[in-house]
């Protein structure tokens, strides 16, 4: 199945834009994506996954198995047929750059195109912008907990499918990781890969020490060796014993890895054999249900890591593993648009985000209408899109890195802890002109409403 | 990108076939999967998955682009390019049927094949049995809280990825769900789709009365309106006022959908409305940030909802977003084998699981080794494929529905509920001899680390 076919798609959006095409409302709309709320251990959000949207909007079609099977469904009438047949995005995209910090109610994507197509698009724009956001808001946690140690993402096998693996390599890339175990990833996207053995390896072989050497002379030059399979230390005290043999061969064993028990214990303790022993450019390798409060309480505990693998939790993002995010309609045919629903109250119209500074620290973001004169600070929102093409060149993973870099350098440094306390995020305003806007159109709500 | 791709994996798996190769570990080996340990407000596991891992191993390949990437990374030998280029899997495969409910410990799938082959296929084996069986188990759970009243997946927007949207819609229904809102999982799996509108229908047409309408001349056979936008009752009395104009034309209204506020008290003040208006067979369909708690308290309540609408928390299995499960190697040349990380030790060699019943309910499970003659009852894992071929035809997906609904027709009744204690959950045991061989292979290991 096509990850980017457009039948990834909700069916309500099938049934609207048949009505939509039947009923003429193609006019222009703007649709917003925003967050509304924070999980409650977030104290910033991370934008990713814009290019790939971009991508996806610029191969936007069906191809032919699946135009007929909708044809033969039976349940879609010839106009929508038609409509699909010769569908492109030919509309406007303007958005935060990857790797931005973000809070709620901030929009960090706006589409505005002819109102079906804006909505035809809505499912796998959320689709790819919420879980490559979710996955990058938590990996650049980790990055924070970790300081400059190395971070490799291990979570392909958990991860919510293949694409999920693939994405979340990206994401957590993008947000500071160092590299990933997905070969896929590195395929696609040119990711440094990394990764060694397993305990089957040990396991297949019996004897751990020969393991050891099978594995080095195979691997010469990258020799890191799991060592828990059954007693860390022993292992420890084992690979003390190999390593002249192994050097006299021209091979030096670069790292162990540790994947289970009390990791800062057993580093210590694995730290000590290996330094005792004249191991001491060996480095240590932790991994096994890490995610970032692990992470940093390790390293509190002055735990000996030279390097993480953080897997499962990382790629579900499993304490959070989903963002409360909405793409809504803001303006249709120049009139601004607002829905009341309860708890579920959106800002109208188009938006733009201003952000202030304050020493190289984010200070203040304003949320306010696009055309509103009065508000300063760096726009947030850009354009990247115009009638269907880009402005720019596809924006480079290592470029998106560096900016995501330098995002979470100008957080807050009260931001900067996995535990640090919801009280120390940034204001974010919403301007007078928004709020008044916001009136206006509830006014508006009313009057039709009474009528 | 290709989820099927066999760069879908791990890179030790790479490096360690390339060790396996190099050093002649290539006899046989047995693989199992299993789930070390119970999520918190989990009673029991549904296997799922089985038959799209069936699928990707019969079409096991890379292609060229992907080869020669490899092959160009200079990292790999030619040896293990070679193996690459040449591979298709010819392994045995013993499983769990697809809807049978499990336990931890419980090997649901076994393979058997060369140790590279077997070694080769774990990253992707995992992420896609491991996902679909979280999905189907909260599903199920779903199922249970709902009695017969018809659910609808609709967790494809903030699923993982296209592909976790389209497997969480196989495993859901397969659990029991009716449907899903996913075009994708009807074109893949023939599930039923449904879908009608959202709240920019509503809100691109400024007039909700002129939404409804148009939304009923459109689609006259599927006539669901939502009636939340800006305020839920008052839209249901603009029904009342719509409904003989409508039926007028022929057009019944089917069904109603609340997305907002307290779904409880809006079902019961929107059933009163309806009802006075003569709409007695206006179904009331609830949808929100639902999961399996929050369906049973609203049914608890006797909120007179028919059916529900079940997204984000379903498809991310929010409250326990992955299980702890491995795919450990038992048997490697005839040899049982065992893993003695702390915390992590697993039962040596090839096992079978056998059920008991009592009164038509699930009393025990037996886990033991493969040729234990002393233990009876239901042998779960059955031969699926031999030599990479199939031994049946492909599993439909109804018939393993059904399945599926048997299962829990089987589960003890003190597991029924969502709150369900965890001490209502079945004995698990493991047999005499599996435990004389964990402590046989035991002195081998200590034997062996001594010398």
Same mark, same amino acid.
């Given at each position: 199945?096509?990850?980017?076919s ?22 222009i709309?703007?649709?917003?994506l ?13 934008f ?22 909708l ?18 995005f030919?509309? $406007? ?7 931005t ?6 929009p ?26 979710l996955i ?6 980790v ?11 291990f979570?392909?096998r958990?991860s ?43 396991l297949a072989?019996?004897c751990?020490?020969e393991?050891?050497?099978?594995y080095?002379h ?12 059954y ?18 061969e021209?091979i ?13 214990a ?7 054999i290996?330094?005792?022993?004249g191991? $001491? ?18 390293l509190?505990?002055g735990?000996?890591?030279?390097g ?5 939790r ?19 045919d ?8 309860e ?12 952000r202030?500074?304050?020493?190289g ?5 304003i %949320? ?18 115009? $009638? ?6 596809p ?10 870099r ?33 009136r206006?159109?509830?006014?508006d %709500?009313?009057l039709?409403?009474?009528?």
């Amino acid at each position: 199945m096509r990850n980017d076919s457009l039948l990834v798609t909700d069916l309500y959006q099938l049934t609207m834009v048949q009505s939509y095409l039947e009923h003429g409302l193609t006019r222009i709309a703007s649709f917003e994506l925003f967050v509304r709320k924070m999980p409650e251990h977030r104290n910033f959000l991370m934008f990713s996954g814009l290019e790939p949207l971009l991508e996806y909007l610029e191969q936007l079609h069906l191809d032919e198995a699946e135009l007929d099977w909708l044809r033969k469904s039976g349940r879609f009438s010839d106009e929508l047929l038609d409509y699909l047949d010769g569908l492109s995005f030919d509309g $406007h995209v303007d958005a935060m750059r990857e790797g931005t910090v973000f809070f709620p109610d901030e929009p960090v994507v706006r589409i505005t195109a002819p109102l079906p197509l804006a909505q035809l698009i809505e499912t796998r724009l959320i689709n790819l912008l919420h879980f490559q956001t979710l996955i990058a808001s938590k990996a650049a946690r980790v990055r924070l907990a970790a300081g400059d140690r190395q971070l490799v993402d291990f979570g392909l096998r958990r991860s919510h499918g293949a694409e999920a693996g693939l994405l979340a390599a990206r994401a957590s890339y993008l947000a500071g990781f160092d590299a990933t175990s997905n070969v896929q990833a590195g395929f696609a996207y040119g990711i440094p890969i990394v990764g060694t053995m397993a305990h089957s390896y040990i396991l297949a072989h019996g004897c751990e020490s020969e393991a050891f050497v099978h594995y080095a002379h195979s691997h010469p030059k990258g020799v890191v060796l799991l060592i828990d399979t059954y007693d860390t230390e022993a292992a420890a005290r084992k690979l003390v014993k190999l390593a002249p043999r192994l050097a006299s061969e021209g091979i030096r064993i670069q790292a162990v890895r540790l994947d289970s028990g009390d990791l800062g214990a057993h580093a210590r303790k694995v730290r000590d054999i290996l330094d005792r022993g004249g191991l $001491h450019e060996v480095r240590i390798f932790a991994s096994g249900n890490l995610d970032e409060c692990r992470v940093q309480s390790l390293l509190d505990q002055g735990a000996p890591i030279d390097g993480f693998g953080v897997g499962t939790r990382m790629n579900t993002s499993s304490d959070a593993p989903y963002l409360d995010c909405a793409y809504k309609l803001q303006e249709y045919d120049g009139q601004p648009r607002r829905k009341l629903s309860e708890h579920k109250a959106t800002w109208p119209g188009r938006k733009q985000v201003y952000r202030q500074y304050r020493d190289g620290f984010i200070d203040r973001d304003i %949320i306010t209408t696009v055309d509103d004169a009065d508000c300063s600070g760096e726009p947030l929102l850009q354009p990247v899109m115009r $009638h269907g093409r880009r402005l720019h060149e596809p924006q480079d993973l290592k470029a998106a890195r560096m900016h995501a870099r330098q995002q979470l350098q100008a957080l807050p440094p009260g931001l900067l802890r996995p535990d640090a306390p919801k009280t120390e995020r940034p204001v974010v305003e919403v301007s007078k002109a928004l709020r008044e806007l916001a009136r206006a159109v509830d006014r508006d %709500i009313r009057l039709r409403m009474a009528s």
